[in-house]
């Protein structure tokens, strides 16, 4: 996964590939997107981290193994395919992800984050428009 995002992101700086590109698959080219995806799953193994520091050891456990599962069979090209819808689905990630909101005294700008991009959402997705 870090040797493609790596080659992905000297593509890109080279110019040898763009970012956008829209198409079926969606909007970012197969470089930009193991980029982003690695970035998801420094995130995610963050939050993991958080999981394990903050929750009951079952919870963690419960963590690790979905990300196990979800790593466990790379596509050529593109390792992390489709790691960011799995690993939003992991529960225990939310539950890390606010308590560390919790104790910071986020709530508020959490909540409105979250409600701005439900209304975005909801507008791109009453529009019959693709979202990726």
């Known amino acids: 996964a870090v040797v493609s995002a790596v080659r992905g992101a000297s593509a890109i700086v080279r110019g040898a590939e763009p970012i956008y590109r829209p198409a079926a698959f969606g909007p ?28 009951p050891l079952e919870y963690g456990c419960l963590a690790a193994l979905a990300l196990a599962v979800s790593l466990s ?20 990630l939310w539950m ?11 709530t508020r700008p959490a909540v409105l984050v979250g409600g701005v991009l439900l209304a975005f959402y909801a507008f791109w997705f009453s529009s019959w428009s693709f979202i990726a």
């Not at 970012?28 to 929750?55: D, Q, Y």
């Open 28 to 55: 970012f080219t197969t470089s930009a997107e193991n980029v982003i995806l690695l970035g998801v799953l420094a995130l995610t193994l963050l939050a993991l981290v958080g999981c394990l520091r903050r929750l």
């Open 73 to 92: 069979s790379p596509v050529i090209g593109e390792p992390l395919a489709a790691f960011d819808r799995y690993a939003l689905t992991i529960f225990p």
């Open 96 to 106: 890390a992800a606010g308590a560390w909101i919790a104790e910071r005294r986020l």
